[in-house]
């Protein structure tokens, strides 16, 4: 069963990114006008969902989340179609152009990656979002969304499949749902027809996905984010970017967890600087695990909070997802790096300081996807980045990193046209001509 | 002993990363001067391999491989560390700027991808150039070479880090240098320090290790090519062409090993082209596996000659390596890009053909690294390709396609630059302030 699943999608896959931009995006266009039509008939099976939930006892912040008639919810679920259809083409540029010799010319182009598993949790509307980014990347996907929210699912890709069969270009297959977790095992090791996997959900499903496959995996299991109080940071400056980056959305995998203070500040700005910022951080809810070396050096108003808990090592290396936040001191910017390097998950670090020097040396030293200067890590997000949509934040070091929009999506080829050159004719392979290898703008290519 | 390996190289990439361009090429420019100044010291190691070599009844081309005296290769072999040097810097170029708001800035940056483990055959040049190309990428290497090198390695090797550590900026344990297969395993399960495997060697060699680590691995296991001639070939071209790809070096990943011909030729050119064509190939000492369905068509002079033989199921999933090519007759251009999809390894394949539509349609259906139109395949090549050298080619279909340089060694993270910004300021994160998202243009930034 896998077996076919994945070789119908490749096979899809083969004809979807052939399509041109205009008919990629008409697809959308009829897809969101086909959710609008069959509004009902998904709403139906959302409350199917949503009765089923009830029954079963779940959380009353998992039943809203499931709800797809809250508000203006559907509507811009069907918006999200839209704009990604009015997103640029990431497909068919040209970004590197040679001129090898007369009459043989090489290209790269940008393609679709081909066929992805996507697995993501219980809210409905994401499944319209990543259909959206998969045909107008013109890769192929299949589906997997939580177990909850079945019937919504089914109806929404009842509605988009007949949508793509019977009205567009998008060949039959392009966007398959699968329900059951056996179903994804067993496409673990498609890895002939699969590239990518996506998990979008807890850190125990990614953790899982990645030790279960081949298959490269663009996800991130932890996100351990943390901010470097500099000797030169503006008190008011790190106190506001640490609470909106610990308060915001503790939940969210771009929250703070970390926070390193420079050792001078801790020995010469201690009342005037220090205090003040963990007071603020305190006040505004946050409980502090404070490094035991640290904490000796504080006065009893933090120390003795009962907002404060001594750090243990492992508070270092934690996601809290909660209003907790790991506190410790540091001698100095290199040491942030090296200690950031080692703990982190390579999401998002940032830098709070005046001084641009210390600033430089910490954007070139982190090794995570995302490195701030005096800004909050909650920015760490496609649609703040400007990509219009994102299917996921990746903590990868190859292929792409951070939010992922349409151009995380695609990975290039080479085209190289000829009039009948052969490479016997060159040095190096038994013959005499050299190669031009000149430079060609991509810019001024036309491949007509 | 592997994580202190790892951990090491982790520690040396990070300092690494932030060297500049001329910090890097400075290095190499050094290495290369202390290869020269220390040629008899490194001859004689090579002595040393060369006759285990021979005490071990090595055969005669493996033993020419280890020769590093011979001809002007050890010359060339510095000649191609310098060629590294000069190229251009791949590293902190700005791919992506956008004005997010008011002095918030987001800028994309290209960064290495970090730690290396590149596993390699016995030609020992091939570690100055490894060398090469890591250091000016930005990334640190942990490198294992067959062991039929093994003194030269240690002695170039010693000649390298004794230079890197004495002379130059780039940190210790930059290129590390290990010795057994044991080695390799245990660096396999490092996934926390180590981004990218890169095997270049066998076949089995490579689907060992892809089976035994979660790391990414870039590289190939088999290279299996095929040429398709349209209904439109040229026969002079077509005739050229194969005999290149497949005689040019056979052994090479790059040969052919299949040829598809359309069914609109055997049909009504039989006599006149398909025919001249096998009779050319069979001339130039090639054996034909030939498809029983088409060897029923064609004429005793084909099908009775000692270079033909009827074709298996399997002769076309296979790689020969050999004077020996695969050959089928296919319907037209589509059924040409469904077996060619099925069956090849997303390595390099060709049309041959004038007529524009088909060769559009396979340029645009083929799902390889490398998709050709009337020239050999044997051009898949990175020296070729104008990239001055080359770490590997890559099937993969996800972050480097085809012949790798400089360009598939590095990755890229995103820099923000604020003043204090937070996210909760923002629409959609409890606040009102709406994003600029302005393209700034990226070969317009100066980042000082």
Same mark, same amino acid.
């Given at each position: 069963?896998a077996?076919?699943?994945?070789?119908?999608?490749?096979?899809?896959?083969?004809?979807?990114?052939?399509?041109?931009d205009?008919e990629?995006?008409?697809?959308?266009?009829?897809?969101?006008?086909a959710?609008?039509?069959n509004?009902?008939r998904?709403?139906?099976?959302n409350?199917?969902?949503?009765?089923t939930?009830k029954?079963?006892?779940l959380?009353?912040?998992?039943?809203k989340?499931?709800d797809?008639s809250?508000n203006?919810?559907?509507?811009?679920?069907?918006?999200?179609?839209?704009?990604v259809a009015?997103?640029?083409?990431?497909l068919?540029?040209?970004?590197?152009?040679?001129?090898i010799?007369d009459?043989?010319n090489l290209?790269?182009l940008?393609?679709?990656v081909?066929?992805?598993l996507?697995?993501?949790?219980s809210r409905?509307?994401v499944?319209?979002n990543?259909?959206?980014l998969?045909?107008k990347?013109?890769?192929?996907?299949?589906?997997?969304?939580?177990?909850?929210?079945?019937?919504t699912?089914?109806? !929404?890709? @009842?509605?988009?499949?007949e949508?793509l069969?019977k009205e567009? #270009? /998008?060949?039959e297959?392009?966007i398959q $749902? %699968?329900?059951t977790?056996?179903d994804?095992?067993?496409?673990l090791?498609?890895?002939?027809?699969?590239?990518?996997v996506i998990?979008?959900?807890?850190?125990?499903?990614?953790?899982n996905?990645?030790?279960?496959t081949?298959?490269?995996?663009?996800?991130h299991?932890?996100?351990i984010c943390s901010?470097?109080?500099?000797?030169?940071?503006?008190?008011d400056?790190?106190t506001k970017?640490?609470?909106?980056?610990k308060?915001?959305?503790p939940?969210?995998?771009n929250?703070?967890?970390k926070? !390193?203070? @420079?050792e001078t500040?801790?020995?010469s700005?201690?009342?005037? #600087? /220090?205090?003040?910022l963990?007071?603020? $951080? %305190?006040?505004?809810?946050?409980?502090?695990?404070?490094?035991?070396?640290?904490?000796k050096l504080?006065?009893?108003?933090?120390?003795a909070?009962?907002?404060?808990v001594a750090a243990?090592e492992?508070?270092?290396?934690r996601?809290?997802?909660?209003?907790d936040l790991?506190?410790?001191a540091?001698?100095?910017?290199?040491?942030a790096i090296?200690h950031?390097?080692e703990?982190s998950?390579?999401?998002?670090d940032?830098?709070?300081?005046?001084?641009k020097?210390n600033a430089?040396?910490?954007?070139q030293?982190i090794?995570?996807?995302?490195?701030?200067?005096?800004?909050s890590?909650?920015f760490?997000?496609?649609?703040?980045y400007?990509f219009?949509?994102?299917v996921g934040?990746?903590?990868?070091k190859?292929?792409?990193?951070?939010?992922v929009?349409?151009e995380?999506?695609?990975?290039?080829?080479?085209?190289?046209r000829?009039?009948?050159h052969i490479?016997?004719d060159?040095?190096?392979a038994?013959g005499?001509r050299?190669?031009?290898?000149?430079k060609?703008?991509?810019?001024?290519?036309?491949l007509?």
């Amino acid at each position: 069963m896998a077996d076919v699943i994945a070789k119908n999608a490749h096979l899809a896959s083969t004809v979807l990114k052939t399509l041109t931009d205009n008919e990629r995006s008409d697809a959308l266009v009829k897809v969101e006008r086909a959710l609008k039509l069959n509004k009902d008939r998904i709403l139906e099976a959302n409350l199917v969902d949503m009765e089923t939930a009830k029954k079963n006892n779940l959380s009353d912040s998992l039943i809203k989340r499931l709800d797809l008639s809250k508000n203006d919810k559907f509507d811009s679920m069907c918006q999200g179609v839209l704009d990604v259809a009015q997103l640029e083409d990431p497909l068919n540029k040209i970004t590197l152009a040679t001129k090898i010799d007369d009459g043989l010319n090489l290209y790269r182009l940008t393609c679709p990656v081909g066929v992805l598993l996507i697995i993501f949790e219980s809210r409905p509307e994401v499944i319209a979002n990543i259909t959206a980014l998969a045909i107008k990347s013109g890769n192929a996907a299949i589906l997997k969304g939580g177990k909850e929210s079945f019937n919504t699912f089914k109806a !929404l890709s @009842d509605v988009i499949n007949e949508t793509l069969t019977k009205e567009t #270009k /998008v060949p039959e297959n392009s966007i398959q $749902l %699968i329900s059951t977790r056996s179903d994804v095992s067993d496409l673990l090791s498609q890895d002939k027809y699969i590239d990518l996997v996506i998990p979008r959900g807890s850190n125990a499903l990614v953790r899982n996905i990645k030790d279960n496959t081949k298959i490269p995996v663009l996800g991130h299991a932890d996100g351990i984010c943390s901010i470097y109080v500099d000797e030169f940071a503006q008190l008011d400056k790190a106190t506001k970017i640490l609470i909106d980056s610990k308060t915001n959305y503790p939940a969210g995998c771009n929250a703070v967890e970390k926070c !390193l203070i @420079d050792e001078t500040l801790v020995k010469s700005n201690l009342d005037d #600087k /220090v205090v003040p910022l963990l007071k603020s $951080l %305190i006040e505004a809810g946050i409980t502090l695990h404070i490094d035991p070396e640290l904490l000796k050096l504080l006065p009893q108003e933090i120390s003795a909070n009962e907002k404060t808990v001594a750090a243990t090592e492992d508070d270092f290396s934690r996601e809290f997802l909660s209003f907790d936040l790991a506190v410790k001191a540091v001698k100095n910017v290199q040491e942030a790096i090296l200690h950031i390097n080692e703990h982190s998950s390579k999401h998002t670090d940032c830098i709070i300081t005046e001084n641009k020097e210390n600033a430089d040396r910490f954007l070139q030293g982190i090794d995570s996807s995302g490195v701030y200067w005096n800004c909050s890590t909650r920015f760490a997000d496609g649609f703040r980045y400007g990509f219009g949509a994102e299917v996921g934040i990746s903590t990868n070091k190859i292929h792409s990193r951070g939010p992922v929009g349409l151009e995380g999506l695609v990975c290039y080829y080479y085209q190289m046209r000829g009039d009948g050159h052969i490479a016997g004719d060159y040095a190096g392979a038994g013959g005499v001509r050299v190669f031009k290898h000149e430079k060609i703008d991509p810019n001024s290519v036309v491949l007509n």
